[in-house]
């Protein structure tokens, strides 16, 4: 015989708390507990007081199966409780979950020491959201906030009061404020030793900050008036990964190898759209992706990238690259994956490595391509074609020069992996 409608829904509440109760954090237990005892006694007063139902089969013609009307009420009541309890349990419970270290009294300390200008969410207690709020300065930061939010307002100062006791900061956004080297107090961000991301892009820096901590991971300075690199400033940020700098007033000079010393597990730096009129010297040999668009650069040293044997992406787009600027074998790497020389002045199509699989040469001054002067392996070898070793170019672009279709045989025949050619 089917379960009745009670028995559907107590076994439904069942699995709901089941699975609330394995999502939500330690600190919870309290509610938790809650929960499970309401669903114990619901459960012992369902099977305890149910009203004996007559089967089916011993229904005389116009029986009415007995019901009792208080019992149901009774019952739906402590079904709802039970069923509103553990739902919330259910989709708080996952985000509470975040912070499975913190304690209840240092969860209610922390919604309590909340600034009054910020916004801090009890689903996601570590993170403190102050943008867009006009702030002139840094409030104080409770000192369990992983997460802090500041883009978006006027502040000029990052002042080491305010952030003295957020030693737990995992993650900040100063983003569009008015932040300039003197604003940075000494030792601001030296206590911070979980930092991992820290974003001050579209302020008024003149200088790479100093003192930041050994755990960043990733350092956002774009479009700052950053002129230079202080010698010894990456000392020791040896776990920094990605370094973003571009839209500032970097010179050649500027960037070296002295100034980019500590820097040993880099692997992508952004330099486009500053003063750089040269290859860039002193780059670790970890970087995978180099980023040079809109500088002044005008040549590229035949023997650059022996010094970065690990260059996958490299984007070159609006410089001042002629053919006289690149090398034949310039770009002969192995790792390189995609090329961007858009928006140059070379008149040729530059040799093209075997391993390259997407080239930018859009908007240059090129008239024609003969598929055999650029493709990387010999006739002979493409006589014995096999897809392994053959050529990998699968996207070529070349809008934006004299070139006009047809498309040239020869490239076909050398690049057989190639899906898409704009003209």
Not at 145 to 162: G, K
Not at 212 to 219: F, G, V
Not at 269 to 290: E, R, V, W
């Amino acid at each position: 015989m089917s379960n009745s409608l009670e028995e559907i829904i107590l076994k439904t509440i069942q699995n709901l708390i089941g699975l609330s109760l394995s999502l939500s954090p330690p600190w919870s237990q309290g509610a938790t507990e809650t929960v499970r005892a309401l669903w114990t006694s619901t459960r012992e007063e369902y099977w305890r007081t149910r009203p004996p139902l007559l089967p089916l089969s011993q229904a005389s013609p116009g029986h009415t199966l007995p019901t009792n009307t208080v019992w149901r009420s009774r019952l739906s009541v402590k079904m709802a409780l039970l069923l509103a309890f553990s739902s919330v349990l259910l989709l708080v419970g996952p985000a509470l979950a975040q912070s499975p270290d913190m304690s209840y009294e240092d969860y209610m300390a922390q919604l309590q020491a909340c600034p009054k200008e910020c916004r801090c969410p009890p689903s996601f207690p570590n993170a403190v959201y102050c943008d867009n709020k006009a702030l002139k300065r840094i409030p104080t930061i409770p000192p369990h906030t992983w997460y802090l939010y500041l883009q978006n307002n006027l502040i000029d100062v990052l002042s080491t009061d305010a952030l003295r006791n957020a030693t737990q900061l995992r993650w900040i956004n100063l983003n569009r404020n008015r932040i300039t080297s003197e604003g940075m107090e000494e030792g601001a961000l030296a206590a911070m030793l979980r930092l991992v991301h820290l974003y001050m892009d579209d302020n008024l820096l003149s200088s790479v900050p100093a003192n930041l901590p050994s755990s960043l991971e990733q350092l956002r300075l774009s479009r700052n008036r950053i002129s230079k690199i202080p010698a010894g400033v990456f000392s020791g940020l040896d776990r920094l990964t990605l370094l973003e700098l571009q839209g500032n007033k970097l010179q050649d000079d500027a960037v070296t190898e002295v100034s980019l010393k500590g820097l040993s597990n880099l692997v992508q730096i952004n330099l486009a759209k500053n003063q750089l009129t040269t290859m860039p010297l002193g780059l670790p040999i970890t970087i995978t992706q180099l980023f040079l668009d809109n500088n002044a650069i005008e040549k590229i040293p035949a023997d650059y990238f022996k010094g970065l044997p690990k260059v996958a992406f490299l984007r070159l787009n609006r410089n001042k690259l002629g053919n006289g600027g690149l090398p034949k074998n310039v770009f002969n790497m192995s790792s390189i994956l995609d090329l961007q020389l858009s928006h140059n002045q070379l008149t040729q199509v530059p040799m093209i490595p075997s391993g390259l699989e997407h080239l930018h040469l859009d908007h240059n001054q090129i008239k024609s391509v003969n598929g055999s002067d650029i493709c990387p392996v010999s006739a002979d070898a493409l006589e014995g074609y096999v897809t392994e070793t053959a050529p990998k170019l699968r996207y070529l672009r070349l809008d934006g020069n004299e070139v006009k279709p047809p498309i040239p045989r020869d490239l076909m025949v050398c690049f057989r992996l190639l899906r898409s050619i704009v003209i």
